[in-house]
């Protein structure tokens, strides 16, 4: 029996998906719960378990196609299939959604659950009803995948390698597609990566690797490297300091890919505008640090000065509605709801989780609702659903120590806005007097085709005022 | 120490037990504070005959016939030594050494640090292991793995009569405890040239016994002299092995054992001693913490069996010990590897 994949709703407002990569290809066997695809959304990847064991028998969707969420993606011959139907009429196929969770899977759920963590609130499929676990163990014992020989290598492209030829295969920029394995069982041993260094670096490999630096028109790399770049010599070139090295060539993660395209949508189609202010952040300082440790221990977040930070924010995008807009073809479009996006690094990857509706909120309900997204981040738990729908941008930039930064909108958006690093410095006042102050310097890049300089520096003086007003009393 | 006035010149032919006893000999006479004591060293001239004759040349307060007592054996030699002797103390069987465990660990090899170095304890422990005699459960014991845990201790196991001599030696002037590891089998069957006159082989230097460029094989004992037989039939079929003899397995020669490694890219231990926690172990992560990258195939290990002791039958025996037609084929496997 044949089981039809179908792609996955990876959370509750998404309506496409995109195979990141295919994990299995035809023919290759797969147990259940086993992950065989993996599925990009906006931002968010998750590998997808398969619902059934089997042999994969066709890959509809090529990978990096998007297709709607219910589309067939492929299709996985269930272990009864090995027993043709008597009569020879095709069996009957089975729709199935990829279920994104093994946990789902077993509680054979259907119920979204709360929290809109990746996939848990994807459909549910019915499982095979034909004596599953015994067909499953059987196939276990017959059919399990063989290792080549007795040890296990790790491979490249899928071919499996030693350290060593890993090693000769970087330092001779040789592409082991290109090498003819004599080892046993055809795999490629140290010399035949060095007899493929004699006849010079892959063409392929040198190509990939020499195409930045020929292309860095800034910096242009010395004639002496260029000449051995492209005329590679016979035999192994010591390294020199005079000779340029190629550097190590980093695959894309699909992550990286999205980031990638996303920044330059938006550097290419919004005109950004940039400009700063400084904030005197004494008041609201001290104010966060007399309850700070109450805090903590009331609910177990660290409070920060973001809160307080948003809180200002929404209220200023309350006063200056464009700066919560988006710029469309037909128009531009002011949002209803205030949706503040956090920009933070999650596993060394960029994500923007939202608060939703943090107008709706106080400081503590935006210390609260930040802390979670921000947990969910570092715990890689974050759903297409956490991500999606922000109209406004805050990226602590301060936290890692950095006094002026010139964000990227968020595509759509029209603001993104930065809190720097809070430093002491000695202030000349209104009175002329000199007061040791907290400063932050705050930064706004702003979509020039939505807004105007005089908008924004409306929106920022008015940030700035509201922040300044903050503490040191009042309840959070 | 009297100064031999002429050092004599030229090679002799002898097996791997008589130059044990040449050595001993010549360091009796050499060195009036050298002395041997053991079990049925003196009247029996020892099991394998290798101190016959000694107890009348030398008398019995340098060949000092000892009861069945191995660790006072150790104490009294480890009391001797600290005192300024350098006594050469024989265990019968590697298989007795256990009564002197503690004397051997807990005093011998931690004597120069607990008195911060104004005691050190200069003595040898001569003892022959090794199984393939049909020795049975107490007569084939290999026990370098339980020694070499131990700093403090030097254990070094050579197996050809010209590394015997030179590190007996080298173990008699050492001013810290040696191990001295004699495997039985070699003993009659293993012959080889010995330079004449007094020289020490430094310990802790390992011996490429035959040059290659396919693999690495690591061994000592008789295990190398099965080594290198196998190393030869493959030298027809166009395998190249080098033959790596360990000599010292503490300290042990990383160097050489890198080099050749870093050379073939494929390394296989061949020791006699239990697989588990034995001398290959110890190779094995070296040789994967350090030369990593520039291994070809994974390291492989051929040793005895984790089994309490080498039966008497000779099936028994023969599982036991790994054939010289199982490292061929080991050597073969990793070389098309």
Not at chain 1, 148 to 167: F, L
Not at chain 2, 27 to 36: E, I, K, P, Q, T
Not at chain 2, 107 to 118: F, H, L, Q
Request: proline share 6%; with cysteine.
């Amino acid at each position: 029996m044949a089981t039809t994949i179908t792609m996955p709703q990876l959370g509750e407002t998404v309506t496409e998906g995109t195979v990141a990569q295919w994990l299995k290809k035809p023919g290759d066997s797969v147990e259940k719960y086993e992950a065989f695809v993996e599925v990009s959304t906006d931002k968010v990847n998750a590998e997808v378990p398969s619902p059934v064991t089997g042999v994969i028998r066709e890959l509809i969707v090529k990978e990096g196609e998007t297709v709607p969420t219910g589309a067939a993606i492929a299709i996985i011959d269930d272990v009864a299939a090995e027993t043709p139907a008597p009569n020879g009429s095709p069996s009957p196929s089975e729709q199935v959604a990829a279920a994104s969770s093994a946990e789902a899977n077993r509680q054979g759920s259907d119920e979204p659950v709360p929290g809109g963590n990746v996939g848990l609130g994807g459909p549910s499929y019915s499982a095979p009803s034909n004596g599953a676990p015994e067909t499953i163990a059987t196939n276990n014992g017959a059919n399990a995948p063989q290792k080549a020989i007795g040890h296990d290598g790790a491979s490249i492209n899928g071919i499996r390698t030693s350290p060593a030829v890993r090693r000769l295969a970087r330092e001779h920029q040789i592409d082991l597609t290109t090498v003819r394995g004599s080892g046993d069982n055809g795999r490629i041993t140290a010399n035949d990566v060095l007899a493929a260094a004699k006849a010079g670096p892959s063409a392929g490999v040198a190509a990939t690797i020499m195409a930045p630096a020929a292309a860095g028109a800034v910096t242009p790399p010395p004639p002496a490297a260029s000449v051995s770049s492209a005329a590679p010599k016979t035999g192994s070139a010591k390294p020199s300091y005079a000779n340029a090295q190629p550097g190590e060539l980093i695959a894309l993660t699909p992550v990286r890919k999205i980031i990638a395209q996303r920044m330059v949508e938006s550097k290419h189609t919004a005109p950004h505008a940039w400009t700063m202010t400084e904030v005197d952040v004494t008041n609201v300082w001290k104010w966060r640090a007399r309850e700070k440790d109450a805090f903590e221990k009331a609910y177990g977040v660290k409070l920060t000065l973001l809160p307080f930070f948003i809180r200002a924010v929404v209220e200023s995008l309350a006063k200056f509605p464009l700066m919560n807009a988006s710029f469309t073809d037909e128009g531009i479009r002011v949002h209803r709801d205030v949706n503040v996006g956090l920009a933070i690094a999650a596993d060394g990857v960029l994500v923007v989780p939202v608060i939703r509706h943090a107008d709706q909120l106080s400081v503590k309900g935006i210390a609260l609702a930040a802390g979670e997204l921000i947990d969910k981040g570092r715990r890689g738990k974050l759903g297409a659903d956490d991500l999606a729908g922000g109209t406004f941008t805050v990226n602590n930039t301060g936290a890692n120590g950095s006094i002026l930064s010139a964000p990227i909108l968020v595509p759509g958006q029209t603001g993104i806005v930065t809190t720097e690093a809070v430093v002491k410095r000695a202030v000349v006042r209104d009175d002329d007097s000199i007061a040791v102050r907290s400063m932050m310097n705050v930064c706004l890049s702003l979509d020039h085709r939505v807004v105007d300089g005089a908008v924004a520096s409306g929106f920022l003086s008015d940030l700035k005022k509201r922040l300044e007003a903050m503490g040191p009393v009042g309840s959070l | 120490m009297t100064a031999t006035a002429q050092q004599p010149t030229g090679t002799t032919v002898m097996t791997n037990v008589e130059a044990v006893r040449t050595t001993l000999h010549d360091a009796l006479v050499r060195d009036d504070r050298v002395l041997v004591m053991g079990e049925d060293v003196g009247a029996r001239g020892n099991v394998f005959l290798i101190t016959k004759g000694f107890l009348e040349e030398f008398g019995a307060q340098r060949i000092i016939d000892t009861p069945l007592a191995e660790a006072s054996i150790v104490g009294v030699a480890i009391g001797m030594a600290m005192e300024g002797l350098r006594p050469i103390a024989e265990i019968q069987f590697a298989d007795f050494i256990y009564p002197a465990f503690n004397q051997i660990v807990g005093e011998a090899a931690k004597t120069r640090y607990r008195s911060n170095g104004d005691y050190t304890c200069p003595m040898v422990i001569r003892t022959p292991y090794g199984g393939g005699v049909r020795g049975a459960l107490s007569h084939s014991v290999s026990i370098e793995a339980l020694f070499y845990h131990v700093p403090g201790l030097t254990i070094v196991a050579p197996s050809t009569p010209a590394d015997i001599k030179g590190l007996l030696n080298a173990a008699i002037e050492c001013p810290d405890p040696v191990l001295f590891l004699e495997h039985k089998k070699t003993y009659r069957s293993v012959k080889g040239e010995v330079p004449a006159g007094y020289y020490t082989i430094p310990i802790g230097k390992a011996d490429v016994k035959k040059a290659g460029t396919d693999l690495s094989v690591v061994s000592y004992g008789y295990n190398l002299h099965q080594a290198l037989d196998a190393a030869n039939r493959l030298a027809g079929e166009g395998v190249s092995v080098e033959v790596v003899d360990l000599r010292s397995i503490r300290p042990m020669d990383k160097t050489t054992i890198l080099e050749s490694v870093r050379k073939t890219r494929k390394l296989l231990i061949i020791h006699e001693d239990n697989k588990f926690g034995g001398i290959g172990a110890e190779i094995s992560a070296m040789v994967a913490e350090e030369a990593l990258f520039d291994l070809d195939a994974p390291i492989r290990r051929l040793a005895g069996p984790d089994v309490p002791a080498m039966g008497y039958a000779l099936p028994l025996e023969e599982e036991f010990m790994t054939s010289t037609d199982e490292m061929v084929e080991a050597m073969r496997e990793l070389a098309k590897y």
